[in-house]
């Protein structure tokens, strides 16, 4: 199926069943429509001016977005264990690459970040050693897990064969509540990508943005009926997020109109939502796994282009 032919399938017909569905839904009332690039969409019932119009509250997102990048929020902080708070610390500062590959990670340096002990901070530590985040020797203590393009490869393709078997089988299994979550989550995403638009990413905006492109990532399998086929999706997608991350912000973002990797990512989900909205699970899982390669070819390129020697803090 090429992608008009896809896009085509939610032509008119499907447009009044995403309606139907919206309104069948009990936690989404219907509140008007937004009209998209390939089909009209009912928008996440995020807020509403009273006007039968939709609008997205941006100012809400920054305890979920704490608490998804593991970092706890006030709220959660204190029914966190010091040990727990230090691990998604950590696990976030890894990620984003704040803490660099090869980094000696000495335990004082990481008291004074974190304002946490050195005993939660060594078992956080060992943790993520679990989760191969960090690596440990007798002599030399815990160090950052070093990158490289073979690991890299290896993280994209065992998360491609995981999360193309919990898409197949969120597709077998997915109600219409569910195909009206994954449209929202999709639309939100492409709202979040607009400032792209012109070529000006703020901070917040940036960090909205991979919120939403987890979201939407996450309801795709959200119907596989497998916890840990979800565990483990969402662990390798942390590890795949060390590589994207550092690599592909700035104007080596997917989105920016300057990327040197020329890509449409905005239509690279929209055909994913076709497809598995129109229950083709061969045709989404094929747009899903070159969708994490053409990915893993950008960061390949980037990483290649800019080699940064370790950094070890004293």
Same mark, same amino acid.
């Given at each position: ?14 447009? @009044? ?37 939709? %609008? ?19 709220? +959660? ?11 998604? $610390? ?7 690459? *704040?803490? %660099? ?7 004082? #340096? ?9 005993? &939660? ?7 993520? %050693?679990?989760?191969?985040? *960090?690596?440990?020797? &007798? $002599? ?23 999360? @193309? ?20 989550? #999709? ?31 996450? $309801?795709?399998?959200? @119907? @596989? ?7 483990? $999706?969402?662990?390798?997608? *942390? +590890? ?16 920016? &109109? ?48 800019? +080699?940064? &020697? ?5």
């Amino acid at each position: 199926m090429q992608h008009d032919s896809a896009i085509s399938y939610l032509g008119s017909q499907r447009r @009044c069943r995403v309606a139907t569905l919206a309104s069948k839904t009990p936690n989404l009332e219907p509140l008007g429509f937004e009209k998209s690039s390939h089909f009209i969409i009912r928008v996440d019932n995020r807020a509403s001016n009273g006007k039968g119009k939709v %609008e997205m509250k941006h100012g809400v997102k920054t305890a979920r977005l704490a608490s998804i990048e593991g970092q706890p929020t006030d709220s +959660q902080r204190e029914d966190l264990s010091l040990a727990e708070q230090a691990r998604r $610390s950590l696990r976030r500062d890894i990620t984003q690459g *704040v803490l %660099e590959p090869g980094q000696t990670l000495k335990l004082e #340096f990481l008291k004074g970040r974190y304002g946490i002990s050195f005993s &939660p901070i060594r078992e956080a530590l060992t943790s993520l %050693e679990g989760e191969r985040l *960090v690596v440990s020797s &007798p $002599s030399k203590g815990f160090k950052v897990a070093p990158l490289s393009e073979e690991e890299m490869w290896d993280a994209i393709e065992t998360r491609i064969l995981i999360d @193309c078997e919990a898409l197949r089988r969120s597709i077998r299994n997915g109600d219409d509540a569910w195909e009206v979550q994954l449209v929202s989550a #999709f639309h939100a995403l492409k709202l979040a990508a607009k400032p792209w638009d012109t070529g000006r990413l703020a901070q917040e905006a940036e960090e909205l943005l991979e919120l939403r492109h987890l979201e939407f990532h996450r $309801s795709l399998i959200a @119907c @596989c009926n497998s916890s840990w086929l979800k565990q483990l $999706s969402a662990q390798f997608y *942390v +590890q795949t997020e060390r590589y994207r991350l550092p690599n592909l912000r700035g104007a080596n973002n997917p989105y920016a &109109p300057s990327k040197p990797i020329k890509r449409d990512v905005n239509r690279e989900h929209a055909d994913l939502l076709a497809a598995t909205v129109g229950r083709d699970s061969d045709m989404a899982s094929a747009l899903l796994a070159k969708h994490y390669r053409d990915t893993g070819n950008m960061i390949a390129a980037a990483i290649n282009a800019r +080699q940064l &020697p370790a950094k070890e803090v004293s």
